[in-house]
Nanobody, 119 residues
Framework: QVQLVESGGGLVQAGGSLRLSCADS????????MGWFRQTPGKEREFVGS????????KYADFVKGRFTISRDDAKSTVYLQMNDLTPEDTAVYYC????????????WGKGILVTVSS
């Protein structure tokens, strides 16, 4: 069973950086592709980026524009989202999610963590 817990959120000034972590308490983390999503009030949840389970290839939303980096440490069953050059528009609740290998849908979600970027 996959259980995801995000950490590392908080308040940061514009131009600053944060690193989010998402730890999985399950035993097969290395077989899951991991994604990061975010949501602001009144908007649908949007894709931020992902990292595959096997090749560790990454994909990012256009708005990331080279500012964010996703990485994973399978030994620690943790995926990271390094966010640099943050803007107030990045303020959102960030969620990590897992999907088994190359399955299409993310079946497991964390509860989310708030990131607030002040101007």
């Amino acid at each position: 069973q996959v259980q995801l817990v995000e950490s590392g959120g908080g308040l940061v000034q514009a131009g600053g950086s944060l690193r989010l972590s998402c730890a999985d308490s399950g035993r097969a983390f290395s077989e899951y592709s991991m994604g990061w999503f975010r949501q602001t009030p009144g908007k649908e949840r949007e894709f931020v980026g992902s990292i595959s389970w096997s090749t560790r290839s990454t994909k990012y939303a256009d708005f990331v524009k080279g500012r964010f980096t996703i990485s994973r440490d399978d030994a620690k069953s943790t995926v990271y989202l390094q966010m640099n050059d943050l803007t107030p528009e990045d303020t959102a609740v960030y969620y990590c999610a897992a999907r088994y290998r190359s399955f299409m849908n993310y079946n497991y979600w964390g509860k989310g963590i708030l990131v607030t970027v002040s101007s």
